[in-house]
T-cell receptor, first 115, second 112 residues
Framework: AQSVTQLDSHVSVSEGTPVLLRCNYS??????LFWYVQHPNKGLQLLLK??????LVKGINGFEAEFKKSETSFHLTKPSAHMSDAAEYFC?????????????FGAGTRLAVHP | ETGVTQTPRHLVMGMTNKKSLKCEQH?????MYWYKQSAKKPLELMFV???????ENNSVPSRFSPECPNSSHLFLHLHTLQPEDSALYLC???????????FGPGTRLTVL
């Protein structure tokens, strides 16, 4: 069965410093992995997606994630945090075992950015 | 967010009311989803429709009744809800075999 574990429920950084949000996955086959972001009182927005074409995936707003099969990790990074990055971030794995697409969500990491 | 729209954005209802949530997608997708997002819980998949047929019903209580009249519209009919049903209800769509889902802004439901 597919699953994801987000290792931190809360991360706090200062504006201008790097961001690291950690995610480990479990999958019986080569997975599709995603990061979604949710700003307060908003729906979920796709940040980036890994589909085996390249292990380093670039997303919107300067975020990127690296797929490491040996570590079963898909951590999200950004070199320099901005106040507008404060939001909740979800690591997600796709499960197509039922004959249709299903997304399995992690519990989320709330990112706080301080001036 | 204009790809998937949801109405209403906020809804307050009593336990004896009947109401419906509406989702519309303008992306030409043929799969649609309802999710429930409660405080301090991971997103829960409730229902999946593919080509207007329900393909998953994730042990959701019968007080939630989905309807998919065509590939662009999805409804969630609500009746005799409980206060613990208060949550953000999110709709999403995708185009299989692609697995990227696009989400609407959600309906914030409060049951009194």
């Amino acid at each position: 069965a597919q699953s994801v574990t987000q290792l931190d429920s809360h991360v706090s950084v200062s504006e201008g410093t790097p961001v690291l949000l950690r995610c480990n996955y479990s999958s019986s086959y080569s997975p599709s992995l995603f990061w979604y972001v949710q700003h307060p009182n908003k729906g979920l927005q796709l940040l980036l997606k890994y589909t085996s074409a390249a292990t380093l995936v670039k997303g919107i707003n300067g975020f990127e994630a690296e797929f490491k099969k040996s570590e079963t990790s898909f951590h999200l990074t950004k070199p320099s945090a901005h106040m507008s990055d404060a939001a909740e971030y979800f690591c997600v794995v796709s499960d197509n075992s039922g004959g249709y697409n299903k997304l399995i969500f992690g519990a989320g990491t709330r990112l706080a950015v301080h001036p | 967010e204009t790809g998937v729209t949801q109405t209403p954005r906020h809804l307050v209802m009593g336990m004896t009311n009947k109401k419906s949530l509406k989702c519309e997608q303008h992306l030409g997708h043929n799969a649609m989803y309802w999710y429930k997002q409660s405080a301090k819980k991971p997103l829960e998949l409730m229902f999946v429709y593919s080509l207007e047929e329900r393909v998953e019903n994730n042990s959701v209580p019968s007080r939630f009744s989905p309807e998919c009249p065509n590939s662009s519209h999805l409804f969630l009919h609500l009746h005799t809800l409980q206060p613990e049903d208060s949550a953000l209800y999110l709709c999403a769509s995708s185009q299989p075999p692609g697995d990227t889902q696009y989400f609407g802004p959600g309906t914030r439901l409060t049951v009194l």
